[in-house]
């Protein structure tokens, strides 16, 4: 089954504390991952994607996801949250002819 | 060097009423994807065309809902005879090529949206 899963729904971190947003996923080859993030009544902008290669990938916004096959994971990470990180965050598998997202993660920083 | 373009942004309409959905893809772009967001939920799929082809449309609910994408022009989603449970945000994106080992590097680029609400 193609499934997706992002198990915290809500997530507040105090601003300059670090972050991680976890996502799983199932499929049975090597995926394409992504991590998208949307800002309220905005479209999604890609942070970052794993194709291939170096497990640790680097995105923009200052955000790093890390590729583990043996757990399925591609969690997301940053050293220190800005406010202005305050989103909603999706993590999405590459099917082939579509993405497959979870169901997202909403990220409140607190001051 | 423009993004993806959907129109309208903001989309009110009556039950029973026709919603159409336009999607303009980035330049150089000729696969267009269509997803639809429910209050509170994840992006799912319903569409994947080419121009003039309907790849993929296992997403799409089998009635009222249709999509093209022709020669010239923007891709159109319609909704025909809306109801309430159709609100939602849809979401169009475009890519390059059909991405795959080749080609890996072409992600989905999306737009910012149309917000429908069915009154």
């Known amino acids: 089954a193609q499934s997706v899963t992002q198990p915290d729904i809500h997530i507040t971190v105090s601003e300059g504390a670090s972050l991680e947003l976890r996502c799983n996923y199932s499929y049975g080859a090597t995926p394409y991952l992504f991590w998208y993030v949307q800002s309220p009544g905005q479209g999604l902008q890609l942070l970052l994607k794993y194709f291939s290669g170096d497990t640790l990938v680097q995105g923009i916004k200052g955000f790093e996801a890390e590729f583990k096959r043996s757990q399925s994971s591609f969690n997301l990470r940053k050293p220190s949250v800005h406010w202005s990180d305050a989103a909603e965050y999706f993590c999405a598998v590459d099917y082939g002819n579509k993405l497959v997202f979870g169901a997202g993660t909403i990220l409140r920083v607190k001051s | 060097n423009a993004g993806v373009m959907q129109n309208p942004r903001h989309l009110v309409r009556r039950r029973g009423q026709e919603a159409r959905l336009r999607c303009s893809p980035m330049k150089g772009h000729s696969h267009v994807y269509w997803y639809r967001q429910l209050p509170e939920e994840g992006l799912k799929f319903m569409v994947y065309?080419?121009?003039?082809?309907?790849?993929?449309e296992s997403g799409m609910p089998k009635e009222r809902f249709s999509a093209e994408f022709p020669k010239e022009g923007p891709s159109i989603l319609r909704i025909q005879q809306v109801v309430r449970g159709d609100s939602a945000a849809y979401f169009c994106?475009?890519?390059?090529?059909?991405?795959?080992?080749?080609?890996?590097?072409?992600?989905?680029?999306f737009g910012d949206g149309t917000r429908l609400s069915i009154l």
């Open positions: 065309l080419q121009k003039e082809n309907i790849i993929d």
């Open positions: 994106a475009s890519s390059v090529l059909h991405r795959g080992p080749e080609n890996s590097n072409q992600p989905q680029h």
